[in-house]
């Protein structure tokens, strides 16, 4: 099992920036993907930015070229760095790990960080 603690969120103007930051209890080398989704009321969650296989990343066209994501494995953290901020990229923003076992997986949730971009 693993728990995820995000912290960053708030308030930000469009334009701006903020950094998510999701702590995970246990190391995050063994875990096979890492990363943030986002949701809006009335909508799906959707995927933002993620680690899969180790170090390959797959981001959502819509954050592409302005989302970065990151890790640091003494920390067992994954960053979630996000510039030049929209409207639109308001949601709360979930944390989320797979674990592999044998032929299952499992998936965890942080409990989630609200980021509101006003224009």
């Known amino acids: 099992q693993v728990q995820l603690v995000e912290s960053g969120g708030g308030l930000v103007q469009a334009g701006g920036s903020l950094r998510l930051a999701c702590a995970a209890s246990r190391t995050i080398f063994s875990i096979y993907s890492m990363g943030w989704y986002r949701q809006t009321p009335g909508k799906q969650r959707e995927l933002v930015a993620v680690?899969?296989?180790?170090?390959?990343?797959n981001y959502a066209d819509s954050v592409k070229g302005r989302f970065t994501i990151s890790r640091d494995n003494a920390k067992n953290t994954v960053y979630l760095r996000m510039d030049s901020l929209k409207p639109e990229d308001t949601a709360v923003y979930y944390c989320?790990?797979?674990?592999?076992?044998?032929?299952?997986?499992?998936?965890?949730w942080g409990q989630g960080t609200q980021v509101t971009v006003s224009s």
């Open positions: 989320n790990a797979v674990l592999i076992r044998g032929a299952n997986s499992d998936t965890y």
């Open positions: 680690f899969t296989s180790g170090s390959n990343t």
